[in-house]
């Protein structure tokens, strides 16, 4: 029992670990994206460079390292084990070994993450996360939104496993996102497209 569970760990963190956002802006010879904008390595800052393509890609990367371990977990180790590679694959992405344990804020990762382990309740975070960020443009709102939504859904349609994970999730989520909580609380948080 308890390999599976190790197994999955180090599956899900080593894959949700890999910097898209940094390796990418490298690739294109943009430098280091940690020195851009807010100096986070994901989607949004990588729009900060003016390359949509290079974001788009970024998110669909981040999304996919947090989908892969969940998938790959349920389908060679025991249940339990796909979720936990899911929220490791999070732990990956937020505090990576490989730039000192400072990595992004999850959220691509975390839907990726919502998507494979339960698709409706994925699919309802990231529906918030689109309508919000569409009407409000404001990216942090949005994300928050979104996984404040999925322990909710997750309740309302009875999967207790889910549901707890995608608390884990969101409250990690949550703490990655503390400095623009309070620049939201004040009205100061920037818009997508403008500022850091």
């Known amino acids: 029992m308890i390999g599976p569970l190790v197994i999955a760990l180090l599956l ?35 729009l900060r460079t003016g390359r949509k393509e290079l974001a788009a890609a970024t998110l669909v990367l981040d999304a996919a390292k947090g989908a892969l371990p969940v998938i790959l977990a349920s389908r060679l180790l025991i249940p339990p084990a796909a979720l936990l590679a899911g929220f490791a694959a ?46 409000c443009r404001i990216s942090s709102l949005a994300a928050l939104a979104a996984f404040a939504a999925a322990p909710v859904t997750a309740a309302f349609l009875g999967q207790t496993r889910i549901a707890l994970l995608a608390l884990a999730l969101a409250v990690i989520v949550f703490l990655r996102h503390h400095e623009n909580i309070r620049r939201l609380l004040a009205g100061t948080e920037p818009r997508i497209g403008a500022g850091k």
């Open 90 to 135: 999070l732990l990956g992405h937020v505090a990576p070994v490989w730039l000192r344990f400072r990595g992004g804020k999850g959220v691509a990762t975390g839907l990726g993450v919502l998507l494979a382990a339960a698709w409706p309740v994925g699919l309802v975070s990231v529906l918030a996360w689109i309508a919000l960020a569409a009407l």
């Open 12 to 46: 899900g963190y080593l894959v949700g670990s890999i910097p898209f956002g940094l390796l990418l802006i490298r690739a294109a010879g943009l430098g280091d994206i940690r020195a851009i904008g807010s100096g986070n390595i994901g989607a949004t800052n990588v």
